[in-house]
């Protein structure tokens, strides 16, 4: 049995299962034709990385595996998935390291309490240095 | 007395800045993202044979009980000529190894096995990188325990060399 | 001969740095005028020694010498001139020669023209600043050496095609100005501190070279910014990539410098800041440099990776950083602390100000290094981007921004809060105006770009209140400088939100003759041409673009293959309007008789960099002013008695 043209034949994987048929368009490369769905789609591009590149989004890699990716991606928002939905899915697959978007959990809290606290520190820093007594006072 | 204090917390703060470079620097250099699919279940995949004359893969056949390898490849791939008198060795003893050829075309396969030889007991074909996907696998060659019961038991990134041998086969469950 | 005779010149400047040093460290304690006067001189050649260094590279570069071995791995014999010589600093060894010279050229001209400083403390900046060369010096000549020799190489490997562009000739040599530039202000702050000499006229003196650095950073990072858009092809202009990421530091903490420094210069106050300030500055281009160069951190902006480097560069930190903090520590403490002052105040503001860039600074560290510390300690993999950066660092700069329209039209030292609420209604009103136009208007974008453009029509609004009500005539300067500094601001964030909200991006396949819309514009591929380039073949998409029933007229993006070393670069066509820019690229595959042709239509776009062009002309603007009014002072001072 000789393999057939790319588009028919190859099965998605994983749910949800969605039919390819030839006259589908090759979403690696070719926009979705709803422009909401293609914006969170090309927003999500933006912030998903590239596992065989040095650091660069799926949506600005000419790598074969980032258009397989921008691909699953166009596919999945088309079929009705939220841009969180098909984020978690790949995180599922390959951990947080391929989205830009560090998870807000216990050991990434650093990235949030650090500058908080940084902002309270400079505060009281600040806060220290003025002031106060003229308003205390009588408003002059 | 307090502002003597605050007076040393920039250098403090430096010296943990310097000791997280410290530790960046003398870290091993690992840039291989693993798979987060070891210990779950094979996804569900079906792909056409590859090949005439080979069966092409399915998820159902690796849950018969037989724990087998799976090794994503291409004949693109340069690296993977390296492992692949690794993995007619593991054929030798009694291993089943199917292939998933990733971006690759009835040809040039054709000609990739014919040159260094062919460890597959079946190959199908992955043109859109869906498998991989599926399996979090982010190059190739990359290779896959599966057990019988069609959980991912491993996953070794990169070529698979004569040091891996043992590991694999306890793996699988077989005697060296 | 070239090649030695530069290795040569870099030795003597290595040693004239070490004099430098133990001159200034002598003269500390032995108050011998010659002394003193003979560090001066020695600093300037230093300088003339350094600079000869780099001009016997960039001539091993031009002749394209390939027995020298950076020439050999980095250069072309086949490449244009210009890309010959400004290939010279597209290397690791070869930019941190350009480096250490900016160093070198620093201290010669702190030696050269600074004349308000206190004679002590000049000498003590002076030694600070040998100091630093010392130490890079000592390491491009052990361990990055440009001009080691190699045999037997007949052509070299030729330069990264993505760098064969003008702006390699002007972004690094800009971008280092800054960033090695802040030297001045570090070296400042030593010798401020180890000569106990912290006060308004200090502040005075260190002003000018600030300002100057800064004007270089800012120039630099916009340069880059518009490179990065224009060459790469991907229509994005800032990526929070780690690189990219340590040149901002350094600018941040130089604008919360600036900024301190006046308050320090007229009010006598925020003494210790500005000290810190002016540590932190270059601090943040020393980390910058050792991030780039050491490879812990991945990046598509990395030098060629090597730890062993990376702990050079991590020792020189730590003396050098930790050297100043310490001092810093030890010293600060006994200078007075200056005065205390009102809630409602200039003072008051600019202080809020730093500490609102200080934050930035940190979260930008944060997010830089926090994936490599976390792998470190847990060996768990995170990325962190542009959403992280954008979410923190976005709503700060914000507030930041409107601190910043109300500072200028604060009076020193107290002031009432009902005047100030006189003052800035104007901006205020045009503010919320600008708000509900936009939420009525606009559709659906982000809440920052919203919030962005509302407060970019304020501060812009703002920027311009201290001019109003004044004989523009007689106003000064610097004045001028700081007006178009924080209107540049504006439309800066004004650009950016304008291209978070309103950019609209079309990826479609297209035969011949196809038509296809993007923003108000049609694109028709009209065919393929293919034609050879100096040192590559391209091949051009050829695009029929027409707004309206408007004339149509050409585009035609490119794609580079180059052989040497062998890369397909994207050379996407622009077309600039008055309203925003056009920007197309074509795509490398073709699928079954059709292009790929990727294409953007981004509003006002043009605005962030024209922004930034006028943050630097308001720095320039203000440097001028400060330095003429201080030639005028010195010479009305210098008439004869």
Same mark, same amino acid.
């Given at each position: 049995?000789?393999?057939?043209?790319?588009l028919?034949?190859?099965?998605?994987?994983?749910?949800?299962?969605i039919a390819q048929n030839?006259a589908?368009?090759?979403?690696?490369?070719v926009?979705?034709?709803?422009?909401?769905?293609?914006?969170?789609?090309?927003?999500?591009?933006?912030s998903?990385?590239?596992v065989?590149?040095?650091?660069q989004?799926?949506?600005?890699s000419?790598?074969?595996l980032?258009?397989d990716?921008?691909?699953v991606?166009?596919?999945r928002i088309?079929a009705?998935?939220?841009?969180?939905?098909?984020r978690?899915w790949?995180?599922?697959?390959y951990g947080?390291?391929?989205?830009?978007?560090?998870p807000?959990?216990?050991r990434?809290?650093p990235?949030?309490?650090?500058?908080?606290l940084?902002?309270?520190a400079?505060?009281?820093l600040l806060?220290?240095r003025?002031?106060?007594?003229?308003?205390?006072g009588?408003?002059g | 007395?307090?502002r003597?204090?605050?007076?040393?917390?920039p250098?403090a703060?430096?010296?943990?800045?310097?000791a997280?470079?410290w530790v960046?620097?003398h870290?091993?250099e690992?840039h291989d993202?693993a798979?987060?699919?070891?210990?779950k279940?094979l996804?569900?995949f079906?792909?056409?044979?590859?090949?005439?004359?080979?069966p092409g893969?399915s998820?159902?056949l690796?849950?018969?009980g037989?724990p087998?390898l799976?090794?994503i490849?291409?004949s693109?791939c340069?690296?993977c000529?390296?492992e692949?008198?690794?993995?007619?060795?593991l054929?030798g003893m009694g291993v089943e190894v199917?292939?998933?050829?990733?971006?690759?075309?009835?040809?040039a396969?054709?000609?990739f096995?014919t040159?260094?030889g062919?460890?597959?007991?079946?190959?199908?074909?992955?043109?859109?990188s869906?498998?991989?996907?599926?399996l979090g696998s982010?190059?190739?060659p990359?290779t896959f325990v599966?057990d019988g019961?069609?959980r991912?038991v491993?996953?070794?990134?990169?070529?698979?060399?004569?040091g891996d041998?043992?590991e694999?086969l306890?793996?699988l469950?077989?005697q060296p | 001969?070239i090649a030695?005779a530069?290795l040569?010149?870099?030795?003597?400047?290595?040693?004239?740095a070490?004099a430098?040093?133990v001159?200034?460290?002598m003269a500390?304690?032995d108050?011998?005028?010659?002394?003193?006067?003979?560090?001066?001189p020695?600093a300037i050649?230093?300088?003339?020694?350094v600079v000869?260094?780099?001009?016997?590279?960039i001539?091993v570069?031009a002749r394209s010498?390939?027995?020298?071995?950076?020439?050999a791995?980095?250069s072309h014999?086949a490449?244009?001139?210009i890309?010959k010589?400004s290939?010279?600093w597209?290397n690791?060894?070869?930019?941190m020669l350009?480096?250490?010279?900016?160093l070198?050229?620093?201290?010669a001209s702190?030696?050269?023209?600074?004349?308000?400083?206190?004679?002590?403390?000049?000498?003590?900046?002076l030694?600070?600043?040998g100091?630093?060369?010392l130490g890079?010096y000592a390491?491009?000549?052990f361990?990055?050496?440009?001009f080691?020799?190699i045999?037997g190489?007949i052509e070299g490997?030729?330069?990264?095609?993505l760098?064969?562009?003008?702006?390699?000739?002007?972004h690094?040599?800009?971008l280092y100005?800054g960033?090695?530039g802040?030297?001045?202000?570090f070296s400042?702050?030593v010798?401020a501190?180890v000569t106990?000499?912290?006060?308004?006229?200090?502040?005075?003196?260190?002003?000018?070279?600030?300002?100057?650095?800064w004007v270089?950073?800012?120039?630099?990072?916009?340069?880059?910014?518009?490179?990065s858009?224009?060459?790469?092809?991907w229509g994005?202009?800032w990526?929070?990539d780690?690189?990219e990421?340590?040149?901002l530091?350094p600018?941040?903490a130089?604008?919360a410098?600036i900024?301190?420094?006046?308050?320090l210069?007229t009010?006598d106050?925020l003494?210790?800041?500005?000290?810190?300030?002016?540590v932190l500055?270059?601090?943040?281009?020393?980390?910058?440099?050792f991030l780039?160069r050491?490879?812990?951190?991945?990046s598509?902006h990395s030098f060629?990776?090597?730890p062993?480097?990376?702990?050079?560069?991590?020792e020189?930190?730590?003396?050098y950083?930790?050297?100043?903090l310490?001092?810093?520590?030890l010293r600060?403490?006994t200078?007075s602390e $200056?005065t205390?002052?009102d809630?409602?105040?200039?003072? +008051? @503001? /600019? %202080?809020a100000?730093?500490l &609102?860039?200080?934050?930035i600074?940190?979260?930008?560290m944060?997010?830089?290094?926090?994936p490599?510390a976390?792998?470190?300690?847990?060996?768990?993999?995170i990325?962190v981007?542009?959403?992280?950066?954008n979410?923190?660092?976005g709503p700060?700069?914000?507030?930041?921004?409107?601190i910043?329209?109300?500072?200028?039209?604060l009076r020193w030292?107290?002031d009432?809060?009902?005047?100030?609420?006189r003052?800035v209604?104007?901006?205020?009103l045009?503010?919320?105006?600008?708000?509900?136009v936009?939420?009525?208007f606009?559709?659906p974008i $982000?809440?920052?770009p919203l919030?962005?453009?509302?407060? +970019? @029509? /304020? %501060?812009?609004v703002?920027? &311009?209140a201290p001019l109003w009500?004044?004989?523009?005539a007689r106003t000064?300067?610097f004045?001028?400088?700081?007006?178009i500094?924080h209107?540049?601001?504006?439309v800066s964030?004004?650009g950016m939100?304008?291209e978070?909200a309103?950019?609209?991006?079309?990826?479609?396949?297209?035969?011949a003759?196809?038509?296809?819309?993007i923003g108000?514009?049609?694109v028709?591929f009209?065919?393929l041409?293919?034609?050879p380039?100096p040192?590559?073949?391209?091949?051009?998409?050829v695009?029929?673009?027409a707004?309206g029933?408007?004339?149509?007229f050409?585009?035609?993006p490119?794609?580079?293959?180059?052989?040497?070393?062998?890369m397909?670069t994207?050379q996407a066509?622009?077309k600039?309007?008055?309203?925003?820019?056009?920007?197309?690229?074509?795509?490398e595959?073709e699928?079954?008789?059709r292009?790929?042709?990727r294409?953007w239509?981004?509003?006002?776009?043009?605005?962030?960099?024209?922004?930034?062009a006028?943050?630097a002309?308001?720095?320039?603007l203000?440097?001028?002013?400060?330095v003429?009014?201080?030639l005028?002072?010195?010479?009305?001072?210098?008439?004869?008695?």
């Amino acid at each position: 049995m000789r393999a057939p043209a790319a588009l028919l034949g190859a099965l998605l994987i994983a749910a949800p299962a969605i039919a390819q048929n030839v006259a589908a368009p090759d979403y690696a490369e070719v926009s979705l034709s709803d422009p909401a769905k293609e914006k969170q789609a090309l927003a999500l591009m933006d912030s998903i990385r590239c596992v065989v590149c040095q650091g660069q989004p799926v949506s600005g890699s000419n790598a074969d595996l980032a258009g397989d990716m921008r691909r699953v991606i166009r596919e999945r928002i088309e079929a009705g998935e939220s841009p969180e939905q098909v984020r978690a899915w790949l995180v599922s697959k390959y951990g947080d390291w391929v989205s830009f978007k560090p998870p807000l959990e216990a050991r990434t809290a650093p990235l949030w309490l650090v500058p908080l606290l940084a902002l309270m520190a400079g505060l009281w820093l600040l806060v220290r240095r003025l002031k106060w007594d003229r308003l205390k006072g009588t408003r002059g | 007395m307090k502002r003597g204090l605050i007076l040393w917390l920039p250098l403090a703060l430096i010296l943990i800045l310097f000791a997280v470079f410290w530790v960046g620097l003398h870290r091993q250099e690992n840039h291989d993202i693993a798979s987060q699919m070891v210990g779950k279940a094979l996804p569900e995949f079906t792909t056409p044979a590859a090949l005439p004359g080979l069966p092409g893969a399915s998820t159902a056949l690796f849950r018969d009980g037989r724990p087998r390898l799976l090794n994503i490849f291409a004949s693109w791939c340069v690296p993977c000529v390296a492992e692949v008198p690794v993995l007619m060795r593991l054929k030798g003893m009694g291993v089943e190894v199917v292939g998933i050829a990733v971006h690759d075309t009835t040809p040039a396969l054709d000609q990739f096995l014919t040159r260094n030889g062919n460890p597959y007991a079946r190959i199908g074909s992955d043109d859109q990188s869906r498998i991989q996907l599926a399996l979090g696998s982010s190059g190739v060659p990359e290779t896959f325990v599966i057990d019988g019961q069609g959980r991912i038991v491993k996953q070794h990134i990169g070529v698979v060399g004569e040091g891996d041998i043992p590991e694999l086969l306890a793996l699988l469950g077989k005697q060296p | 001969m070239i090649a030695e005779a530069g290795l040569a010149a870099l030795w003597f400047a290595a040693a004239l740095a070490l004099a430098q040093l133990v001159l200034g460290a002598m003269a500390t304690s032995d108050a011998r005028a010659e002394l003193r006067a003979s560090i001066a001189p020695v600093a300037i050649v230093q300088a003339l020694f350094v600079v000869t260094a780099f001009f016997c590279l960039i001539a091993v570069f031009a002749r394209s010498d390939m027995s020298v071995l950076l020439v050999a791995e980095n250069s072309h014999s086949a490449k244009p001139m210009i890309y010959k010589i400004s290939g010279t600093w597209g290397n690791h060894e070869g930019s941190m020669l350009l480096w250490v010279t900016i160093l070198g050229v620093a201290g010669a001209s702190i030696a050269l023209f600074e004349r308000k400083l206190r004679a002590d403390t000049k000498v003590a900046t002076l030694a600070a600043q040998g100091a630093i060369a010392l130490g890079f010096y000592a390491f491009l000549l052990f361990a990055s050496n440009p001009f080691a020799r190699i045999a037997g190489v007949i052509e070299g490997q030729g330069l990264n095609p993505l760098l064969q562009d003008p702006g390699l000739a002007f972004h690094p040599p800009t971008l280092y100005a800054g960033y090695v530039g802040m030297s001045a202000a570090f070296s400042f702050a030593v010798g401020a501190l180890v000569t106990r000499n912290v006060g308004p006229e200090f502040a005075r003196a260190m002003r000018p070279w600030i300002l100057g650095a800064w004007v270089f950073l800012t120039i630099g990072i916009t340069a880059g910014s518009y490179w990065s858009y224009y060459t790469l092809g991907w229509g994005g202009w800032w990526f929070w990539d780690p690189v990219e990421n340590a040149s901002l530091m350094p600018w941040l903490a130089a604008t919360a410098l600036i900024h301190s420094v006046t308050v320090l210069a007229t009010r006598d106050g925020l003494r210790a800041w500005t000290i810190m300030l002016a540590v932190l500055a270059f601090s943040m281009s020393m980390v910058g440099t050792f991030l780039v160069r050491s490879g812990i951190l991945t990046s598509v902006h990395s030098f060629a990776v090597d730890p062993r480097r990376g702990l050079f560069i991590l020792e020189l930190l730590a003396i050098y950083i930790g050297g100043a903090l310490t001092l810093f520590a030890l010293r600060v403490g006994t200078v007075s602390e $200056g005065t205390r002052f009102d809630p409602f105040s200039r003072e +008051a @503001a /600019l %202080v809020a100000n730093n500490l &609102l860039l200080t934050v930035i600074l940190i979260v930008v560290m944060a997010g830089t290094l926090y994936p490599l510390a976390l792998e470190g300690f847990t060996g768990a993999k995170i990325s962190v981007g542009a959403p992280y950066f954008n979410s923190v660092a976005g709503p700060l700069a914000l507030v930041l921004m409107l601190i910043m329209a109300a500072g200028p039209l604060l009076r020193w030292r107290s002031d009432q809060p009902a005047l100030l609420l006189r003052r800035v209604a104007p901006a205020l009103l045009v503010g919320v105006i600008a708000l509900a136009v936009l939420i009525a208007f606009a559709g659906p974008i $982000g809440l920052l770009p919203l919030f962005g453009l509302a407060v +970019a @029509a /304020l %501060v812009a609004v703002a920027s &311009l209140a201290p001019l109003w009500k004044r004989n523009l005539a007689r106003t000064p300067l610097f004045t001028y400088g700081m007006v178009i500094a924080h209107l540049g601001c504006a439309v800066s964030i004004a650009g950016m939100a304008c291209e978070g909200a309103f950019t609209k991006e079309n990826l479609v396949a297209v035969k011949a003759g196809e038509t296809q819309p993007i923003g108000p514009f049609s694109v028709t591929f009209a065919g393929l041409r293919e034609f050879p380039g100096p040192n590559y073949a391209a091949l051009e998409g050829v695009l029929l673009v027409a707004k309206g029933s408007d004339k149509p007229f050409i585009m035609a993006p490119q794609l580079h293959q180059f052989s040497d070393p062998p890369m397909l670069t994207n050379q996407a066509a622009i077309k600039t309007f008055w309203n925003g820019q056009l920007y197309l690229t074509i795509g490398e595959k073709e699928i079954d008789g059709r292009w790929l042709i990727r294409m953007w239509w981004k509003p006002f776009v043009t605005l962030i960099w024209l922004g930034g062009a006028m943050i630097a002309l308001g720095g320039a603007l203000a440097l001028l002013g400060r330095v003429r009014r201080e030639l005028f002072a010195s010479r009305k001072a210098g008439a004869p008695a």
